[in-house]
């Protein structure tokens, strides 16, 4: 049973930051009043070291213990993917790591600096959205291909 306790738990991160993602999409979509926006950029930042947490420990599961490693064991010529994937993940953390330090920074004034610290926020969303197919195709393709044999 212990083999199954990592897949699970992989469904119920991808789970966890499914949500957290749309609460992101949610406080950016947020429409304030007044010049002053203090309320939703923190909770611009509450949510999204939220994400950051939730999102780097997902793949350091992925990496360590999920399907990374599967899929290299059972399909040796599928790794140049893997690692592909793998070069994401370290292009999301820096990105993270980035979009952390902006929002400590931004003020609550300055909305031409937010609109774009918030664009960029959606940006990198879509190209996690991007990044969450590939790793589904792959999994398909390492796991559900069928390699011949009887039949």
């Not at 611009?44 to 990496?63: D, N, W, Y």
């Not at 993917?81 to 300055?110: C, I, K, P």
């Amino acid at each position: 049973m212990e083999h199954l306790a990592i897949p699970q738990q992989l469904l119920v991160e991808h789970q966890t930051l499914a949500h957290v993602t749309s609460a992101l999409r949610a406080t950016i979509g947020w429409k304030y009043q007044g010049a002053d926006f203090t309320r939703k950029l923190e909770s611009l930042r509450f949510v999204g070291e939220s994400f950051k947490r939730h999102l780097k420990h997902l793949m350091e599961l992925e990496e360590s213990d999920g399907y990374m490693r599967v899929v290299v064991d059972s399909r040796p010529e599928l790794k140049d993917d893997v690692e592909a994937l793998r070069r994401e993940h370290t292009q999301f953390r820096t990105a993270l790591r980035s979009m952390s330090g902006r929002l400590r920074r931004q003020v609550s004034t300055d909305h031409e600096v937010f609109n774009v610290v918030c664009a960029d926020f959606l940006k990198l969303l879509d190209k996690l959205d991007e990044h969450s197919k590939k790793e589904t195709d792959l999994l398909q393709e390492a796991l559900l291909t069928d390699e011949g044999g009887e039949g």
